[in-house]
């Protein structure tokens, strides 16, 4: 099980990962069919269900209709895609059959992944006050449009989907939407490892 449409607590949408194999490059069409209503996801190289949006190539629900996915997709020889069956709705099992169509034959095989890696919260609290630096995110502003802004340096240990990856330094800035704005605020971060929030002096 995993969590389909956003980070959950508890994972709660069953999935199978399927590998594709291509022998011709060209366009191909995946319809499943099934008494559940089906989500279809086309992933290149690889899928973690801890991070279900990285590497999406395509994705659909009812496409094909009687709520059953259709994905058509430009496959090509020697890559690795992956087709991830799973459910619009919770807790729903049951079995399916998936029809591919294009310029030859594709070999479906079943594959495991777990969604069972630990996802690590990492949370830094501050706040935007009159002694923070200020700085003109828009563009060319007068002086009573300056945007208070707090820099935080990042530091990650352990390589995985941040989104970005372990062994080198980002900065992150927290500033607002409207100018002369001031407050609290909190940021939290969740991935396989820790992250350290150092406060940049400006």
């Known amino acids: 099980m995993y969590c389909r449409t956003s980070v959950c ?3 709660n949408t069953y999935f ?9 490059s ?12 089906t989500y279809g996801y086309l992933y290149y190289n690889t899928f973690d269900p801890n991070y279900p949006p990285v590497n999406i190539i395509i994705l659909d629900d009812d496409g094909d209709g009687a709520r059953q996915f259709q994905l058509t997709a430009h496959l090509q020889i020697s890559t690795r895609y992956i087709l991830v ?20 034959p594709i070999g479906f095989s079943s594959i495991n992944v777990s969604s069972n890696s630990s996802v690590v919260q990492s949370q830094y609290s501050s706040a935007l006050n009159s002694d923070s630096t200020t700085y003109c995110r828009i563009g060319n502003c007068s002086s009573s449009q300056y945007y208070y802004y707090s820099a935080i340096l990042i530091y990650f240990n352990t390589t995985g989907y941040y989104t970005i990856s372990s062994q080198r330094t980002f900065i992150l800035v927290v500033t607002t939407y ?3 704005v001031l407050g609290t605020f909190s ?15 400006q």
């Open 16 to 24: 199978q990962a399927i590998q594709l194999n291509v022998s011709i």
């Open 9 to 11: 607590s508890t994972p």
């Open 26 to 37: 060209g366009t191909y069409t995946f319809v499943s069919n099934s008494s559940m209503d």
């Open 178 to 180: 409207s100018p002369n």
């Open 187 to 201: 940021i939290i971060s969740n991935g396989p490892g820790p992250i350290q929030f150092i406060i940049q002096q």
């Open 85 to 104: 069956v799973t459910t619009f709705y919770q807790d729903i099992t049951g079995s399916f059959t998936i029809t591919a169509t294009g310029m030859a």
